[in-house]
Structure formats: structure tokens, C-alpha cells
Nanobody
Framework: QERLVESGGGSVQGGASLRLSCAAS???????????MGWFRQAPGNEREGVAA???????EYADSVKGRFTISKDNTKNTLYLQMNGLKPEDTAVYYC???????????????????WGKGTQVTVSS
């Protein structure tokens, strides 16, 4: 059964760093290295938004709000997706979700409706 499990969230002070992880267990029909994967977040009262995504060929896409601070990466030997978050700000506070899809057009990498597998999320809270 498809399963994505996020970890690594927590409560930190502004300027701190966190690394989120997403362990994937998916049907054998998918080769993990070929998966398109992304990180999305949802703050209270806000819609879920795309934060960072990585295509099957390793190309990446970032939301403007996190460029230069966040880095997405995949370890294909561990079937694990990461999000390294540096210079955290209070506005980064949200529940962070991991998502996966077999294919996503490059121009839609940060569109949540293009992903069909989702984790349950991990809370990130940044205080000022």
C-alpha cells in the first residue's frame, strides 16, 4: 500500500534550521528514483501551498518565499525525501506535507492537485 510518512518537525526559534524527512513505501509499479515528489505546507486559515518539488530527473522547483533558504533532495537508496530548512521565519510555521506522483509537468511541480499520494504531515512552529 502506498505510504508516505513525514518526520523531523518541531518548535524552533527564528533563524534556526530543521530537516524534514519523508519515508516512502509505494507499490512496486513505481521506481522511487523516477517519482516526482514535493513538499507542501498549510498554515491555519490558509490554503495548502507548494514549497519545493523535485522531478524524476532531479530538477527542482521552489516557492519564491523559500528560495535560498530551503533545499529539497532525494536519497534513492533509502526511498527518502528531505527538506533542509535554514533561516526559518515565523511565517514558515505550518503543517508540512510530503506528496508523490508518477509524473508531473514541470510547470505544475508546485501544484498540489497534480500529486496523488500524500503523507499526514508534520508540524513546524517557528517563534520570533
Amino acid at each position: 500500500q502506498e505510504r508516505l510518512v513525514e518526520s523531523g518537525g518541531g518548535s524552533v526559534q527564528g533563524g534556526a534550521s530543521l530537516r524534514l524527512s519523508c519515508a516512502a513505501s509505494l507499490y512496486s509499479a513505481y521506481t522511487y528514483s523516477d517519482l516526482y515528489m514535493g513538499w507542501f505546507r498549510q498554515a491555519p486559515g490558509n490554503e495548502r501551498e507548494g514549497v519545493a518539488a523535485i522531478a524524476g530527473d532531479g530538477s527542482t522547483e521552489y516557492a519564491d518565499s523559500v528560495k535560498g533558504r530551503f533545499t529539497i533532495s532525494k536519497d534513492n537508496t533509502k526511498n527518502t525525501l528531505y527538506l533542509q530548512m535554514n533561516g526559518l521565519k515565523p511565517e514558515d510555521t505550518a503543517v508540512y506535507y510530503c506528496a508523490a506522483a508518477g509524473w508531473v509537468a514541470s510547470r505544475y511541480l508546485l501544484r498540489q492537485n497534480k500529486y496523488n499520494y500524500w503523507g499526514k504531515g508534520t508540524q513546524v512552529t517557528v517563534s520570533s
